[in-house]
């Protein structure tokens, strides 16, 4: 098959209903999210239902949810979900990219296992090191208070 002849999932392309199958995704998400502040849910429980919502949107092997609290400079680990379980490790420190990333205030791409080795990031025990990732930071005010991601 030629390149011109390939489809458009075989050349990288996606098609409309594909794009808008993803955005009806995304938002159901933000639907569920907002659904659940207006019946009062607590913010562990917001985590919780964002994590598990988000994982049925994106395909990544795991996909996280993490705070940063500035006073202790503890990052707490609010959603882990890796090798097909939720896993609920301690707060740790981190390393200083995820100091970066809030800093950024921008999401990030990480494509190679050598590149997560060239910064100083920290594993969370009982994981894998990642080798490939999506991360955004979370904001409120315009202060970025945490990270999503996507490994």
Do not use: N, W
Not at 50 to 67: W, Y
Not at 101 to 122: G, K, M, N, P
Request: net charge negative; no cysteine.
């Amino acid at each position: 098959m030629s390149h011109s002849d390939s489809t458009p999932e075989e050349s990288g392309f996606q098609t409309l209903e594909q794009r808008l199958a993803q955005r009806e995704a995304e938002l159901a998400v933000l639907s569920s999210v907002q659904e659940g502040l207006a019946t009062g849910l607590d913010i562990q429980a917001i985590y919780e239902l964002a994590g598990d919502r988000l994982r049925e949107v994106f395909t990544g092997k795991s996909l996280f949810i993490h705070t940063y609290d500035r006073q202790t400079g503890l990052l707490h680990v609010r959603y882990l979900f890796e090798g097909g379980q939720r896993l609920y490790p301690e707060s740790i420190v981190p390393g200083s990219v995820f100091k970066l990333f809030l800093e950024e205030h921008q999401s990030r791409r990480i494509s190679t296992r050598q590149e997560y080795d060239a910064i100083d990031s920290v594993t969370i025990p009982g994981t894998q090191a990642p080798f490939s990732g999506i991360y955004t930071p979370l904001l409120k005010d315009g202060v970025a208070f945490g990270i999503l991601g996507v490994e």
